[in-house]
């Protein structure tokens, strides 16, 4: 992996499936599947999203589809992160968000570029390793890393304003709950008879406002760190 100078800058805009054309096509096929935030569309366009994937992989980066990143896990299609993040923007000014699942840090990357603070956890310490690599090139400053059960939140950073969860839960965290604001919103895949739905849980003052949305297909959410 390239990582100073010139050639960084090489490896970072990409060359043929993994250039900005490509990225373009991508995000023009967002656009055609109802994503609307300009915002978003433009850090989407601008996110070098091959640098997450094994070099093997790396053609394949902008396809609609999840790809793997090793210990059985998966980058999540871009379709999907576009959705998750477009629903955590309707809510303006989010300070910090938390994400459950780091992954590849594709997610992460996107989230960092568009809100003021991401606290990211992940179970599976040599992905958070992997994760924080393939960020370092992007150097971005507001990204925060736990390796731990992120059923347990960050409550040292408690409470976000947005959660944003990345695996499919059977039922949703009491701790996550707890640490949504008032106001906030969480974006989390729930196990149901169906398969998977996407929920957003608003945190209100008097409970929480439960939706669902769409169906998902996320790996699941695991207990305890590896
Ligand atoms: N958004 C990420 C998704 C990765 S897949 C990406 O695009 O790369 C989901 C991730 O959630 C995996 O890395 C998995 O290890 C992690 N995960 C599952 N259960 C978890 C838990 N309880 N705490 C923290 N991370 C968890």
Redesign the pocket.
């Known amino acids: 992996m390239a990582t100073t100078g010139t050639s960084l800058k090489h490896y970072l805009e990409g060359i043929g499936m993994t250039s900005r054309r490509t990225r373009e096509r991508m995000v023009k096929r967002l656009e055609e599947q109802g994503i609307k935030n300009t915002d978003l569309l433009r850090v989407m366009r601008d996110t070098p999203r091959h640098i ?1 994937v094994d070099e093997a992989l790396a053609s394949r980066a902008y396809e609609d589809t999840a790809l793997p ?1 090793g ?1 059985n ?4 299609q871009p379709y999907i ?1 576009a959705k998750m993040t477009e629903l955590l923007l309707e809510k303006s000014g989010l300070t910090k968000v938390l ?10 990357a996107v989230l960092a570029q568009l809100v003021q603070n991401v606290y990211t ?4 310490l040599p ?1 958070q390793k992997k ?1 924080q690599n393939y960020l370092a090139n992007l150097a971005l400053e507001n990204i925060y890393h736990q390796h ?4 347990l939140g960050w409550a040292d950073y408690a409470p976000f304003d947005g959660i944003l969860v ?2 499919a839960a059977d039922t949703v965290p009491g701790m996550l709950l707890q640490q949504l604001a008032i106001g906030g919103v969480m974006l989390i895949p729930i196990v149901n008879d169906c398969g998977q739905v996407l929920q957003r849980i608003t945190r209100l003052t008097t409970g929480y406002q439960v939706e669902d949305l769409e169906p998902v297909s ?6 305890g760190v590896e």
Do not use: H, K, M
């Not at 996320?218 to 207990?223: G, I, N």
């Open positions: 997450f990143i210990y896990q998966t980058i999540s992160v994400e459950i699942g780091t992954g590849c840090g594709y997610q992460t956890v992940e179970r599976i992905l994760a731990n059960d992120g059923g990345s695996a996320f790996v699941p959410f695991l207990s």
